[in-house]
């Protein structure tokens, strides 16, 4: 099965909420990790990265907290707008140069206006 | 930013037709390049690994005979569904990464495989 998990299947929120999605990962050698937002009929689109030395990173409107020690990836995103509906994976790998993404279930978020 | 193309977007064919799907790296080389599979409502899930200039890794329970893989150019690769049934058709998703470490894999937007 897939080792990267990730529960909470939909999320309604209104327009202008902030939004938290998340993600629990199981293995440990894991060191990267990355968060996809996918539109209908789309490829992944790449929203933001952290690799395991780091604890946050912020982007723009989206923010990515990882807990080792949990192994728990949440993914927030400030001010919700409409445009941000879609279906948002968590992915993981080792790092070295060349290896495959291991994807999460994925989560929908539907924003109301 | 990595731009990676993918061709065609949609398929509709005939069971038994054979279908290639082309993935192109169109600012950057891509020394491996991913297939996934998904289907509707799904994760992307792993099919093979494509290496240029050598055979694919492919994931368990994916046929190799079935899904024939060629990398020959570090900015293209090609997925060929061999006699493809009903069961093949899916949405059909490469990315293509650069080489250096911890760098995130840019993806195609995909190919939708319908199978009459």
């Known amino acids: 099965g897939e080792s990267v998990g990730l529960h909470l299947p939909t999320l309604s929120v209104q327009e202008g909420d902030n939004s938290i999605i998340n993600c629990a990962y199981s293995n440990s050698a894991s060191d990267y990790f990355i968060w996809y937002k996918q539109e209908s009929g789309k490829g992944p689109q790449f929203i933001i990265d952290?690799?395991?030395?780091?604890d946050k990173r912020q982007g723009q409107r989206v923010t990515v907290l990882l807990n080792k020690t949990v192994k728990h990836l949440s993914l927030q995103i400030a001010a919700t707008q409409p445009g941000d509906s879609a279906v948002y994976f968590c992915a993981e790998n080792i790092g070295q140069a060349g290896t495959a993404l291991i994807f999460g279930k994925g989560t929908t978020l539907s924003v109301s206006s | 930013g990595a731009v990676v193309s993918q061709h065609p977007s949609w398929v509709i064919c005939k069971s038994g037709t054979s279908v290639k799907i082309e993935c192109r790296s169109l600012d950057f080389q891509a020394t491996t390049m991913f297939w996934y599979r998904q289907f509707p409502k799904q994760s992307l899930m792993l099919m093979a690994t494509s290496n240029e200039g050598s055979k694919a890794t492919y994931e368990q329970g994916v046929e190799k005979d079935k899904f024939l893989i060629n990398h020959a150019s570090l900015t293209l690769s090609t997925l060929t569904v061999t006699s493809a049934h009903p069961e093949d058709s899916s949405f059909y998703i490469c990315?293509?990464?650069?080489?250096?470490?911890?760098?995130?894999?840019?993806f195609g937007d995909g190919t939708r495989l319908s199978i009459l």
């Open positions: 952290i690799r395991s030395n780091m």
């Open positions: 990315s293509a990464a650069l080489t250096a470490f911890n760098q995130p894999q840019h």
